[in-house]
C-alpha cells in the first residue's frame, strides 16, 4: 500500500506559479513510478506529466512545456513545477503511482494509487 498526500495548491493569478508537491509514505516508494493528473469541474480526468522508464520527464504535449515533475527520492516526494498559469488550468490536481513494469503513462488505469487531491485555481 503507497499513501500519498498533496500540498501546495491555491489561488494564483494568469502568468503565475505554484508548485504542487505529493508525499508518499507506505510501500516502497521506488518502486513506483509517478504522475500528475487533474480534473476540472464538469469534465473528465487528464494526463499532466509523468515520469518515464528512460528517466525522462513526460509532459503532455498541449501544456506546452509549461509544467515539469521532478522527484526527491530522499523525501519521498515528487514535485509538479507550474509555470505560465492560465484560468484554464484551474482544476483538482492528483498525483498518482503506478508499477514500475507498467509502460503507458498518461492514462488513469495505469495507475493503482492515488491521492485524495489539491485545487490549483488561476484566476484572470
Known amino acids: 500500500q503507497v499513501q500519498l498526500v498533496e500540498s501546495g495548491g491555491g489561488l494564483v493569478q494568469t502568468g503565475g506559479s505554484l508548485r504542487l508537491s505529493c508525499a508518499a509514505s507506505g510501500r516502497t516508494f521506488s518502486s513506483y513510478f509517478m504522475g500528475w493528473f487533474r480534473q476540472a469541474p464538469g469534465k473528465v480526468r487528464e494526463f499532466v506529466a509523468a515520469?518515464?522508464?528512460?528517466?525522462?520527464?513526460s509532459a503532455a504535449n498541449a501544456r506546452g512545456g509549461r509544467f515539469t515533475i521532478s522527484r526527491d527520492s530522499a523525501k519521498n516526494t515528487v514535485y509538479l513545477q507550474m509555470n505560465s498559469l492560465k484560468p484554464e488550468d484551474t482544476a483538482v490536481y492528483y498525483c498518482?503511482?503506478?508499477?514500475?513494469?507498467?509502460?503507458?503513462?498518461?492514462?488513469?488505469?495505469?495507475?493503482?494509487?492515488w491521492g485524495r487531491g489539491t485545487q490549483v485555481t488561476v484566476s484572470s
Open positions: 498518482a503511482a503506478r508499477p514500475q513494469s507498467t509502460g503507458v503513462v498518461n492514462i488513469s488505469p495505469a495507475y493503482v494509487y
Open positions: 515520469e518515464t522508464r528512460d528517466g525522462s520527464p
